[in-house]
């Protein structure tokens, strides 16, 4: 009865890989057995075994095969169990390592800042926890942005200008905009015109000889 219920919620891809005529019984055995689900079964029973005794492993197959058909059909109820369970756990080891530290404070450092580190360890494993289950329930959403041509550094925007003219044109026609701005002293040697030189005007007078200081 397992096996006809786990073989049901198996994808049609891996039962057409399974069940293929040309493949050999070998060859479909060696499928079954590697496939992740028949490994961590393997895994899961080899540490549940040790507290609740044997554990039939076609048994186990199957309640792994209807935990993996949830999660494909969108049904995530067995995983945020899961999680908020381990959650449960993990804050209960921080509070006993916790509780451990407290006791041995004062006395034993050593102690003390073993069972610490410890505590914290899994009270940031309680954490992780949580916000898996938190981004589970309440998913981020999805932004798309369309990407903008920003170009970085000077630009060269040219105004006014047909396609048919020639480069040389264009740079004649920026070159010529601002006349103003070139120096004279720069164009043909042509000079400022400052005038004529004025003659010399009678306020300064010439100077004198300072007179001797009458020191007491």
Same mark, same amino acid.
């Given at each position: 009865?397992?096996?006809?219920?786990?073989?049901?919620?198996?994808?049609?891809?891996?039962?057409?890989?399974?069940?293929?005529?040309?493949?050999?019984?070998?060859?479909?055995?060696?499928?079954?057995?590697?496939?992740?689900?028949?490994?961590?079964? @393997?895994?899961?029973?080899?540490?549940?075994?040790?507290?609740?005794?044997?554990?039939?492993?076609?048994?186990?197959?199957?309640?792994?095969?209807?935990?993996?058909?949830?999660?494909?059909?969108?049904?995530?109820?067995?995983?945020?169990?899961?999680?908020?369970?381990?959650?449960?756990?993990?804050?209960?080891?921080?509070?006993?390592?916790?509780?451990?530290?407290?006791?041995?404070?004062?006395?034993?450092?050593?102690?003390?800042?073993?069972?610490?580190?410890?505590?914290?360890?899994?009270?940031?494993?309680?954490?992780?926890?949580?916000?898996? @289950?938190?981004?589970?329930?309440?998913?981020?959403?999805?932004?798309?942005?369309?990407?903008?041509?920003?170009?970085?550094?000077?630009?060269?925007?040219?105004?006014?200008?047909?396609?048919?003219?020639?480069?040389?044109?264009?740079?004649?026609?920026?070159?010529?905009?601002?006349?103003?701005?070139?120096?004279?002293?720069?164009?043909?040697?042509?000079?400022?015109?400052?005038?004529?030189?004025?003659?010399?005007?009678?306020?300064?007078?010439? @100077?004198?000889?300072?007179?001797?200081?009458?020191?007491?």
């Amino acid at each position: 009865m397992a096996i006809k219920k786990a073989k049901s919620g198996v994808k049609q891809s891996s039962k057409a890989a399974l069940t293929t005529p040309e493949k050999t019984s070998e060859r479909r055995g060696a499928e079954m057995t590697m496939t992740p689900i028949m490994t961590n079964t @393997l895994t899961a029973k080899a540490f549940a075994e040790a507290t609740f005794g044997e554990i039939h492993t076609r048994e186990a197959f199957g309640v792994m095969i209807d935990s993996a058909n949830k999660v494909q059909d969108g049904d995530l109820s067995e995983v945020e169990s899961t999680l908020i369970a381990q959650s449960t756990v993990l804050n209960t080891i921080f509070n006993e390592l916790a509780r451990r530290a407290a006791s041995n404070m004062g006395k034993y450092p050593e102690a003390t800042e073993h069972y610490l580190r410890m505590a914290l360890k899994a009270q940031g494993q309680c954490r992780a926890t949580l916000q898996t @289950l938190a981004e589970i329930k309440n998913p981020r959403p999805t932004a798309f942005v369309k990407q903008a041509n920003i170009a970085h550094g000077p630009q060269q925007i040219n105004n006014n200008i047909c396609a048919g003219d020639e480069p040389s044109s264009r740079t004649h026609a920026r070159n010529s905009e601002n006349p103003s701005n070139e120096l004279l002293e720069a164009n043909n040697e042509k000079w400022l015109d400052t005038g004529t030189e004025g003659k010399t005007g009678g306020i300064d007078p010439e @100077l004198e000889t300072v007179g001797k200081i009458n020191r007491p």
